[in-house]
Nanobody, 126 residues
């Protein structure tokens, strides 16, 4: 069964950090671009970061300089390190994979994803 599973969400105070993980099972991430999306209550889903199969990255302006995406193909996992968290970062965070070696899928708004995880909740609050 092909699936992506996010983990690492939780409650954190403003200014704190979390690291989200996106682990694939049933397929390898080597030839996939991976993107992170988030959806806050009452808002549309937003693509926030993407990493191509070759390791090229892209970030939304809302997270640039605070979030870092990385991949460990040996562990079949992509990470999202989130620093300097703000209350407006509160959302359900999803990862998604696109089976392509092209970087073009990592141009916003990151269309063309083939697989999606079920999400992990991040709450930033004091």
């Amino acid at each position: 069964q092909l699936q992506l599973v996010e983990s690492g969400g939780g409650l954190v105070q403003p200014g704190g950090s979390l690291r989200l993980s996106c682990e694939a099972s049933g397929f390898t991430l080597d030839y996939h671009a991976i993107a992170w999306f988030r959806q806050a209550p009452g808002k549309e889903r937003e693509g926030i970061s993407c990493i191509s199969s070759g390791g090229i990255t892209n970030y939304a302006d809302s997270v640039k300089g605070r979030f870092t995406i990385s991949r460990d193909n040996a562990k079949n996992t992509v990470y999202l390190q989130m620093n300097s968290l703000k209350p407006e970062d509160t959302a359900v965070y999803y990862c998604a994979a696109a089976m392509t070696r092209s970087f073009s899928v990592c141009y916003p708004p990151y269309v063309g994803m083939n697989y999606w995880g079920k999400g992990t909740l991040v709450t930033v609050s004091s």
